[in-house]
């Protein structure tokens, strides 16, 4: 039996990070993974692979139709899809050797097999040998798996999930999309670049459920009209069937109740991820799953057991590499005794469509439903010289603050580079900052930031440049 200060289960970016900061802080930490390599859903299968693949196809349908209105045509321009599909293979690699290098240089003890709790304070591990840890806290960091809905089997060859679609090695000529959720739109924008024909069909009357209407509602018209993707919303898909090698779809429209029927070389089903605890054995260590499959935990990320934390896609809140990550580093800190602090409303979200959608804080639909005052400041790429040089005119940013004090309550960028832009405005808002300290601070010229001065300075009608 070897005894640790800290076992950590899964080496998700929840996982591997809180190991990096227990032993950043004298903890001897273990770090159990089930699969061969580390990294967990993010580095493996999730934002990894798919920003490889949403660069390549980007650059390829950039070449196509855009650089000819600047003057520059290529000719036979082909995709070697095996390349392509290689390329992210080789890109994964390099992350996930880069965290096995990072557990050595911190002396983190790696343990490979799946972990199951034996009692509240050990655990075994189950893999080449079986073996029993123990240790004084516990970290359960096991992450999340694709769902899907009834009527639909995903059989991983034709009905797939996102973890298949981003190992395809092929372009298919038509794929079906079930959910208008981020990977719908995400891998959808994909393929669509690459030349596959994409529909996707949404249970709701909207795309991407959670982001700011008025901008997701822009961001679907520029995939219809520039990736030609069709959308069928307010449908709700019934069955998913495989004849002959190929998709075929049934849903209900739920405005008029006719029937949809689809078909496609392959479905891919994302229409969300449920948290994962499947042979962790937690009934041995005094600990169950709320209605949601989610492991219940305080605002310490403690579970019903203190000594045992959990963090990442199996608790509460949004299901992002970085919010878990941040939990990671909360809970170490908290076994240290330190005074760790998190600020879910300052954690921002992106979807890396082109333009890109990020937001942080409050959208216009949540103010509204809490009766919270607010004003609106809102300007468009179309004004923006740096946004003009670039070919890059849709979108706009919109920033909401507080009616009274001006406080920033959210931010909402359909944008060119918006995932890099948005960390100014969770700086601004860790720091409760209002639009104005926006509006004051000088931003370079020429640059897509200049648009969200802009709209900070729109709050009070105050833009320059419209
Ligand atoms: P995970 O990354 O899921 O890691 C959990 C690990 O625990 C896994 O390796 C698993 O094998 C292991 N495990 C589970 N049970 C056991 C056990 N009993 N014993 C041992 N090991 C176990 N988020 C973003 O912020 N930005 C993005 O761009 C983004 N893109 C995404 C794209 C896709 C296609 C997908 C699917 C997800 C994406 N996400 C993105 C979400 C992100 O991947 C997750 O939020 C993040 O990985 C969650 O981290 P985690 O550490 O909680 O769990
Ligand atoms: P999601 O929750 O974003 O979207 C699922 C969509 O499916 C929703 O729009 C939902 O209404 C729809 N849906 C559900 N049931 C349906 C039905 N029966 N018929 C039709 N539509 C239906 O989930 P998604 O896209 O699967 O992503 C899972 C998680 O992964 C997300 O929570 C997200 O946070 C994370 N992720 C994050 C990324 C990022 O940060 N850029 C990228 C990809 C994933």
Not at 132 to 161: C, E, F, H, M, W
Not at 232 to 242: D, I, Q, R, W
């Amino acid at each position: 039996m070897s005894r640790f200060d800290v076992i950590v289960i899964g080496s998700g970016p929840g996982g591997y990070v809180c190991a990096i900061r227990c032993a950043q802080l004298g903890m001897k930490t273990a770090l159990i993974e089930k699969y061969p390599t580390l990294g967990g859903t993010c580095l493996n299968v999730g934002c990894i692979p798919s920003k490889a693949l949403l660069d390549y196809s980007e650059r390829y349908f950039e070449l196509q139709h855009k650089l000819p209105q600047m003057g520059i045509t290529a000719e036979k321009v082909k995709i070697d899809a095996k390349k392509l599909f290689a390329q992210k293979d080789a890109v994964v690699q390099k992350t996930v050797e880069g965290v096995r290098f990072l557990m050595r240089k911190n002396k983190i003890e790696v343990f490979h097999g799946v972990g199951t709790f034996v009692d509240p304070h050990t655990v075994k591990v189950q893999g080449e040998k079986e073996v029993q840890l123990q240790a004084n806290y516990i970290v359960i960091a096991t992450g999340s798996k694709p769902s899907s809905i009834p009527g639909v089997t995903i059989d991983k060859k034709r009905i797939i999930t996102s973890t298949e679609a981003l190992s395809l090695g092929k372009i298919p000529k038509t794929m079906l999309i079930i959910g208008a959720g981020v990977i719908g739109l995400e891998l959808g924008s994909v393929f669509a670049r690459l030349g596959t024909k994409v529909t996707i069909v949404e249970y709701l009357n909207r795309v991407l459920p959670g982001f700011d209407l008025e901008a997701a509602k822009a961001l679907q018209r520029i995939l219809e009209k520039e990736l030609e993707i069709t959308f069928y919303l307010n449908h709700k898909v019934t069955a998913v069937e495989v004849k002959r090698g190929r998709t075929y779809l049934t849903a209900e429209s739920r405005t008029d109740a006719k029937e949809l029927k689809q078909s496609a070389e392959y479905c891919l089903v994302a229409t969300g991820r449920r948290p994962y605890t499947e042979g962790l054995g937690l009934e041995n260590a005094g600990l169950q799953t709320d209605e949601r499959g989610r492991i219940p935990v305080n605002e310490h990320l403690q579970t019903a057991q203190p000594h045992i934390y959990a963090i990442g896609d199996v608790v509460r809140g949004p299901m992002l590499a970085h919010k878990a990550s941040d939990e990671g580093i909360f809970v170490a800190e908290h076994i240290a005794g330190l005074k760790p602090h998190i600020n879910y409303l300052a954690i921002p979200s992106v979807v890396y469509t082109w333009p890109e959608l990020a937001m942080v804080g409050f959208t216009e639909e949540e103010l509204k439903e809490q009766n919270v005052p607010y004003k609106v400041g809102k300007f468009p790429f179309m004004a923006s010289g740096r946004a003009r040089a670039s070919l890059d005119t849709e979108g706009f940013i919109k920033v909401l603050a507080h009616k009274e004090t001006d406080q920033l309550l959210g931010v909402h960028m359909l944008a060119p580079r918006a995932a890099d832009m948005i960390a100014e405005v969770a700086l601004a808002m860790e720091y409760k900052a209002s639009a104005e300290d926006i509006a004051l601070t000088c931003h370079p010229h020429p640059t897509f930031s200049e648009v969200l001065r802009e709209a900070a300075l729109a709050v009070d009608k105050k833009a320059i440049h419209i």
